[in-house]
């Protein structure tokens, strides 16, 4: 942010239009001849215009806009930049998103499951600050797409990047659970915590979603658990933007039970998302408690940039005084 050290020196600027018009307009009774009468090529000169004529008025622009830097200058103007430090350790969060291709059921308008819940993380995440986010998939399969990181950036960039069914057709979400856990360990932050969105039921991988509940426990880690859909049975139909492969199944209700225990071993808690509104509303409440005290400091840094407008002023003039005495010829 520009600031001025001393602003009351920029009322000197409005002296400019009473100066502009002593020197330019104002009948001259005799004394210095101020340019060449040459670059007026006749008594209608005033009304035409030339290359002379353009650069004379040019020149003395120029000359102006020197004189206003150094007046600018003279209030000593720098950027001041606040720098935040936090003296606490934030929260450190991994989402757990199902990719399976139940997630393309197109219920949540205007778009299916996968994009709503890929629209809703990237406010949540938008909403945080100095917590490490990361971001596990799952179906068949479960990979960490981004490591807990403060750069906010790469977990939307990957959100953008993700297709469905990259791993499989299928639901592994002890799996999911157990990366996620997996990444977290380490963390030496005061508060961790897994979000799981799914639609599904646990039907792939070889540790299930209770055996991660219970390790995310022993480690301190609380699994909030999202079941996504609806109550009835939807059609879905995916098709691979890469291959033109289309596949479509019949989603049915996901494993309510299941997602209850895992919020209850951990000591997190369930949530029912039927709808865009309601998915909203509980990343809403989810960002309200997962919450840690946070202590700053405030760094301001000062940078003066006083030298940049004397150089702009002094070129400036200096183009002037040379262009009408080298170029147009003019008597001082």
């Known amino acids: 942010m520009w600031s001025l050290e001393y602003p009351l020196s920029l009322l000197l600027l409005l002296n400019i239009p009473f100066l502009v018009y002593?020197?330019?307009?104002?009948?001259?009774?005799?004394?210095v001849i101020l340019f060449n009468f040459n670059i007026w090529?006749?008594?209608?000169?005033?009304?035409?215009?030339?290359?002379?004529?353009?650069?004379?008025?040019?020149?003395?622009?120029?000359?102006?806009?020197?004189?206003?830097?150094?007046?600018?200058?003279?209030?000593?103007?720098?950027?001041?930049?606040?720098?935040?430090?936090?003296?606490?350790?934030?929260?450190?969060?991994?989402?757990?998103?199902?990719?399976?291709?139940?997630?393309?059921?197109?219920?949540?308008?205007?778009?299916?499951?996968?994009?709503?819940?890929?629209?809703?993380?990237?406010?949540?995440?938008?909403?945080?600050e100095n917590d490490q986010i990361g971001m596990v998939t799952f179906s068949s399969e479960a990979v960490l797409r981004t490591p807990p990181t403060l750069d906010y950036s790469i977990v939307e960039k990957t959100l953008d990047e993700l297709k469905l069914m990259e791993l499989g057709e299928e639901t592994a979400i002890g799996m999911g659970l157990a990366v996620s856990v997996l990444h977290l360990k380490s963390s030496k932050a005061v508060d961790r915590i897994?979000?799981?969105?799914?639609?599904?039921?646990?039907?792939?991988?070889?540790?299930?979603?209770?055996?991660?509940?219970?390790?995310?426990?022993?480690?301190?880690?609380?699994?909030?658990?999202?079941?996504?859909?609806?109550?009835?049975?939807?059609?879905?139909?995916y098709k691979d933007p890469?291959?033109?492969?289309?596949?479509?199944?019949?989603?049915?209700?996901?494993?309510?039970?299941?997602?209850?225990?895992?919020?209850?071993?951990?000591?997190?808690?369930?949530?029912?998302?039927?709808?865009p509104r309601s998915l909203n509303s509980i990343f809403q409440e989810i960002d309200s408690?997962?919450?840690?005290?946070?202590?700053?400091?405030?760094?301001?840094?000062r940078t003066p940039h006083h030298e940049l407008f004397i150089i702009i002023g002094l070129l400036c003039i200096s183009i002037s005084y040379l262009g009408r005495k080298l170029l147009l010829k003019e008597i001082f």
């Open 289 to 301: 408690v997962v919450k840690t005290e946070k202590r700053l400091r405030m760094n301001v840094k």
């Open 194 to 237: 897994i979000i799981l969105i799914t639609d599904g039921v646990n039907n792939a991988g070889n540790v299930s979603p209770e055996q991660a509940a219970n390790l995310a426990s022993q480690l301190g880690i609380r699994i909030y658990t999202i079941g996504i859909g609806r109550e009835s049975d939807s059609e879905w139909t």
């Open 242 to 275: 890469d291959t033109g492969v289309q596949v479509s199944g019949l989603s049915g209700e996901f494993d309510e039970q299941m997602l209850v225990k895992i919020a209850a071993i951990s000591g997190g808690k369930y949530y029912y998302a039927g709808n």
């Open 22 to 31: 002593f020197v330019h307009f104002r009948k001259k009774k005799g004394g």
């Open 41 to 128: 090529k006749s008594t209608e000169g005033f009304q035409k215009i030339n290359p002379a004529r353009i650069l004379h008025i040019t020149f003395w622009i120029l000359f102006w806009i020197g004189f206003c830097s150094y007046i600018i200058a003279l209030g000593s103007p720098h950027i001041i930049e606040k720098e935040r430090i936090y003296l606490t350790k934030g929260v450190d969060l991994i989402f757990a998103l199902d990719e399976s291709g139940s997630m393309s059921t197109p219920d949540f308008e205007p778009g299916n499951r996968f994009e709503s819940a890929k629209r809703v993380i990237k406010e949540f995440t938008r909403s945080r």
